[in-house]
C-alpha cells in the first residue's frame, strides 16, 4: 500500500466515467471493502474532463492526487512527487520515456508545441495523468473543459496566475488494458475547440476569478461529508483521484452516481 506511508488519513476517489465493462461492479465492490474508497458513477461517458472535475469536487483533503486506471504509471513513484507538494501548488510528472505508439507521440509533441505557442505553457509533458496539487489550486482555478483538454486549461490557468509548478520525472509503462481515446479525430477536433475557446477567455481571465470550489453547487455538500464545521486541515491528509474514462451503475452506500 503508497497512501498509507505518505498521509495519516486519506481517501481514493474512482471516477467510472460510463464504463460498460465490469468497472461499476469492481468499484462497488472495493467501496463496499474498503472504508478509504469511494466510487463515482457517470451514468454514461462525459468525458475525461469532466470525469476529472468530478472527482476534484468529491475531494475532501489538503493535497488532491490523480491518474489514470490503466496502470501505466507506477504509484510507489508518488512519493516522490508529495516530496515537494508542501513547496509547490501544482507537482506534475512528466514521462521519461512514453510507451505509447509512434502517432500518439507525434500528436503529443505537436499538441505541446501549439499550447507553448498560444497559452504560454512551457511544462515538459502536459498531459501527464500524474499530477499533486494544494486543494487551494481549485478555490481559483475552474474546469470547463469535458474532454481531452483538461489538464492544459488547468495548467494555462495556473500559469496566468503565477501558481508553483514543479516537474518530477515519472516512468511510464505499456497500457495493458482498455482502448485510449486520444487519438480518436472527434476528441481531438473537440480539445482543438476548446484550446481556441480557453485561448479567449485567457485574455479576459482576473486574479478575482472564482475556481471549482468556489462555484460549485457541491461544495456545502462535500464539506458536510467531511465533518461537520468544514474540511480536514492536517496537512498529511491526502485525496487520491483514480479515473476510469471509458451500464447503468449500482450504488452502494459508499458510492454516488450523476
Known amino acids: 500500500m503508497v497512501l498509507p506511508k505518505l498521509a495519516q488519513t486519506y481517501e481514493i476517489v474512482l471516477v467510472n466515467d460510463g464504463s460498460r465493462d465490469a468497472t461499476t461492479p469492481i468499484c462497488d465492490e472495493l467501496a463496499?471493502?474498503?472504508?478509504?474508497?469511494?466510487?463515482?458513477?457517470?451514468?454514461?461517458?462525459?468525458?475525461?474532463?469532466?470525469?476529472?472535475?468530478?472527482?476534484?469536487?468529491?475531494a475532501r483533503y489538503d493535497y488532491i492526487f490523480f491518474t489514470d486506471s490503466d496502470g501505466q504509471f507506477d504509484l510507489q513513484e508518488l512519493e516522490n512527487l508529495i516530496e515537494y507538494a508542501g513547496q509547490y501548488d501544482i507537482v506534475t510528472g512528466y514521462r521519461a520515456?512514453?510507451?505509447?505508439?509512434?502517432?500518439?507521440?507525434?500528436?503529443?509533441?505537436?499538441?505541446?508545441?501549439?499550447?507553448?505557442?498560444?497559452?504560454?505553457?512551457?511544462?515538459?509533458?502536459?498531459?501527464?495523468?500524474?499530477?499533486?496539487?494544494?486543494?487551494?489550486?481549485?478555490?481559483?482555478?475552474?474546469?470547463?473543459?469535458?474532454?481531452a483538454m483538461v489538464n492544459t486549461e488547468i495548467l494555462a490557468q495556473a500559469n496566468s496566475f503565477g501558481m508553483r509548478i514543479f516537474e518530477v520525472k515519472v516512468t511510464h509503462y505499456p497500457r495493458r488494458a482498455g482502448k485510449p481515446s486520444g487519438a480518436n479525430l472527434r476528441v481531438i477536433a473537440k480539445a482543438f475547440k476548446e484550446l481556441f475557446r480557453l485561448w479567449g477567455r485567457l485574455r479576459n481571465v482576473t486574479h478575482e476569478q472564482p475556481g471549482l470550489?468556489?462555484?460549485?453547487?457541491?461544495?456545502?455538500?462535500?464539506?458536510?461529508?467531511?465533518?461537520?464545521?468544514?474540511?480536514?486541515?492536517?496537512?498529511n491528509n491526502a485525496s487520491a483521484l483514480a479515473v476510469e474514462s471509458t451500464a447503468p451503475a449500482k450504488v452502494s452506500n459508499e458510492c454516488f452516481a450523476d
Open 97 to 147: 520515456k512514453r510507451q505509447d505508439p509512434p502517432h500518439r507521440l507525434i500528436n503529443a509533441w505537436g499538441w505541446k508545441t501549439l499550447v507553448r505557442m498560444l497559452l504560454g505553457v512551457k511544462v515538459r509533458d502536459i498531459d501527464c495523468a500524474f499530477k499533486v496539487f494544494q486543494r487551494s489550486v481549485f478555490d481559483r482555478i475552474q474546469i470547463r473543459s469535458v474532454g
Open 213 to 235: 470550489f468556489r462555484t460549485e453547487g457541491l461544495l456545502t455538500e462535500v464539506a458536510s461529508f467531511a465533518r461537520g464545521d468544514g474540511y480536514e486541515t492536517a496537512e
Open 32 to 58: 463496499e471493502q474498503y472504508p478509504e474508497v469511494r466510487a463515482i458513477h457517470h451514468m454514461v461517458n462525459r468525458g475525461y474532463g469532466a470525469a476529472l472535475k468530478s472527482g476534484i469536487l468529491a
